[in-house]
């Protein structure tokens, strides 16, 4: 059960649900575990008490870790898989060593991170295959390293996508949002300006429908961001 919403809950967990139909499954022998995934921890710790499901998959990393003090624990005591998703917090965090590193000081079962080209498979196998953790002193400096990134940002999941307006959001808004946030017009090169100009003709196509913003399970103000980038760049 795949990116589950609060609202959801009942649907899927109800008389006739997807629960049901996937215990069925089960029972029939057409699939062997029934997993769990959720950006919200509260909704996973609430399922897994029912003892209905094999693994849960939930976003966990330095700047994400939530699921510390109560989700991965009770996994842990009822023997349910855990899958860490966005170890890297969707690529903004650069550094795998330190990513592996910061897991490995914790019983999760399996890490799932993206690579995109063959170079990015062999660091990730390289650094997987220590199982050292962090030391509390540089757990501490990873944590003034990835400070100011705050939390406010896109991870790439896509989940915003289809726009009706055919934008690609992750790429065409929230990635250059987050490229010049901070900057200031005159300081920015032709190039990143031209560059950024071009792309206005996407971000006037936006509605502001909101669904965007709906889909977003980080709630991020899709809407503003796209009006804060037409501001700066609709200057010439």
Request: proline letters at 7%.
């Amino acid at each position: 059960m795949h990116e589950l919403e609060p609202h959801e809950v009942t649907q899927v967990m109800g008389k006739g649900g997807a629960l049901d139909a996937f215990k069925k499954a089960k029972d029939q022998g057409m699939i062997d575990f029934i997993g769990l995934t959720s950006h919200h921890p509260a909704v996973m710790v609430e399922l897994l008490k029912t003892g209905e499901f094999d693994t849960v998959m939930f976003p966990f990393n330095v700047i994400e870790r939530e699921p510390e003090p109560e989700l991965i624990p009770l996994a842990q005591s009822q023997d349910i898989g855990t899958i860490v998703m966005k170890p890297l917090a969707g690529g903004v965090i650069r550094s795998v060593e330190k990513c592996f590193k910061f897991l490995n000081g914790y019983p999760v079962d399996l890490i799932l991170n993206g690579v995109a080209n063959l170079a990015e498979l062999n660091e990730n196998l390289r650094y997987a295959e220590s199982a050292d953790p962090l030391t509390p002193e540089e757990l501490k400096g990873f944590e003034q390293e990835v400070a100011p990134l705050g939390k406010d940002f896109c991870r790439r999941c896509s989940y915003c996508m289809p726009c009706p307006s055919d934008i690609l959001i992750p790429i065409m808004i929230q990635l250059p949002w987050e490229m010049v946030k901070g900057c200031s017009y005159e300081g920015m090169s032709e190039q990143k300006k031209e560059m950024w100009r071009k792309l206005t003709v996407w971000w006037q196509a936006c509605e502001e429908c909101g669904r965007c913003e709906e889909k977003c399970p980080y709630n991020l103000p899709v809407i503003k961001r796209k009006n804060e980038l037409l501001e700066i760049f609709s200057k010439e």
